[in-house]
């Protein structure tokens, strides 16, 4: 059995934007190709490290592609935070995050998701259109 991944965001600025389907993508630094693959299945989670998580609901890993930086495109940042449209405003995000500064060589990866919706369960009967007798 392969292990399940979580892709956690740390602010809860995220949950509104994440449950609309606003933000479907995240940027993290350094290469992330051996934690998540296309076609992967993770948690989205919001919370802060060692503490309590709300899982907000299970994705599809779309595309990971590791990039420098200074190569991110408008695409990627808008998907990363849609509040974002300069590459200034998503350095100074991850310097935020990470408590350091952020070089555009820095090598990131960009994790491109898509929410899996699950059809909720009938409870009654077995789930047939009923017939008409």
């Known amino acids: 059995m392969s292990a399940l991944y979580v892709l ?3 602010s809860p600025v995220f949950v509104d934007q994440l449950k609309r ?8 630094l350094g290469d992330k190709t051996r934690k998540y693959d296309r076609g992967q299945v993770v948690w989205i989670t919001v919370g802060y490290r060692h503490g309590p998580r709300e899982k907000i ?7 990971v592609e ?6 991110l495109s408008p695409r990627d940042i808008e998907h990363d935070n849609p509040e974002f449209r300069r590459l200034d405003d998503t ?17 990131v990866t960009v994790i491109r998701f898509s929410q899996i919706v ?16």
């Open 66 to 71: 590791v990039k420098k930086v200074k190569d």
């Open 21 to 28: 389907g606003r933000k479907s993508a995240t940027i993290r």
């Open 118 to 133: 699950e059809r909720p369960q009938s409870n009654f009967g077995n789930g047939e259109t009923p017939s008409q007798n």
């Open 57 to 63: 609901f299970s994705a599809v890993i779309d595309d």
């Open 91 to 107: 350095v100074n995000f991850l310097e935020q995050i990470y408590s350091r500064p952020i070089d555009p060589d820095d090598v």
């Open 8 to 10: 956690n965001f740390y």
